[in-house]
């Protein structure tokens, strides 16, 4: 073997070397359950976060499975179906097409279902810490919040919008990504809509997106239809009896996270946590 082969097997000996201490090089261990640097990397590249941001996730995702275990929560495929279905609902899809828009986002059906699964079973441990630790909300702290935070209670009744259909969901997803784009099979209408033609679920949609956003693709009479929102008119802010229980959700939901983060925070604290290498 001449030496410049030898280098080029050394070279190549190196790097897989490399390659395999990325892939099995423990970085943490915690009560016994090691965390390797792989999946640190690979849950940093997929949610585009700092490789310390996703170590710490991950040790919460261990923390979370072990007590999922400890108590025996589990979720059968008619939960599943449910979730989904609901899921589906507050898109204006029904399951079927929800289920086809994924496989159109080459999204794995089975893996999505158990992603829910792991969901669902998540939201039930959530629950069980959350009840131990429920605090009443008094109404004069939703009045308080209320009054403190008008802007998020103000509607518009009416829309200046650009109403995009066609046959082809995919080439309203493809002006979703470059709003240059004119395909042939998409036509666009401007249109001032107001409230009281609109049905509540679009009226909600309406609402949520922004000022020069497009919503979600939406099947309206069967044709695929996305709105462009050029401008939101004649704002109102919802009087309080009509949003007191959308307070009393989002303030539950506040204090239901303080209380969840603060619990695993104390199960991070008695852990047995060893870590073997930090990721770069």
Do not use: W
Not at 143 to 155: H, L
Not at 238 to 256: A, D, G, H, R, T
Request: with cysteine; glycine share 2%.
């Amino acid at each position: 073997m001449n030496i410049i082969s030898r280098l080029f097997l050394s070279a190549s000996v190196c790097v897989t070397l490399g390659f395999s201490g990325i892939i099995t090089g423990v970085s943490v261990i915690i009560n016994n359950e090691p965390i390797t640097l792989y999946e640190v990397y690979k849950y940093s590249e997929q949610y585009k976060i700092s490789k310390k941001e996703a170590l710490n996730v991950l040790v919460r995702q261990k923390l979370e499975n072990s007590q999922i275990k400890k108590l025996n929560i589990d979720a059968d495929i008619f939960e599943i179906d449910q979730f989904i279905e609901n899921l589906a609902n507050k898109n204006g899809l029904s399951q079927y097409e929800f289920l086809n828009m994924l496989k159109s986002k080459n999204i794995n059906i089975d893996d999505y279902k158990q992603d829910v699964k792991t969901k669902i079973k998540q939201e039930k441990l959530y629950g069980r810490i959350f009840k131990e630790k429920l605090k009443a909300i008094e109404e004069n702290e939703l009045n308080d919040f209320y009054k403190k935070n008008p802007s998020k209670f103000k509607v518009a009744n009416s829309f200046s919008v650009n109403i995009y259909t066609s046959q082809n969901a995919n080439d309203l997803k493809a002006i979703q990504k470059n709003p240059m784009l004119q395909p042939e099979s998409v036509k666009i209408e401007n249109k001032i809509l107001t409230s009281n033609i609109l049905n509540n679920k679009l009226n909600a949609v309406l609402n949520d997106t922004r000022e020069g956003l497009f919503t979600h693709i939406l099947t309206v009479e069967n044709i695929p239809t996305m709105f462009y929102i050029k401008e939101k008119k004649d704002l109102t802010v919802l009087p309080f009896e009509q949003v007191k229980n959308s307070i009393y959700n989002m303030l539950s939901k506040q204090q239901e996270k303080q209380v969840i983060d603060e619990y695993f925070e104390k199960m991070k604290s008695s852990a047995s946590i060893k870590v073997v290498r930090s990721p770069a």
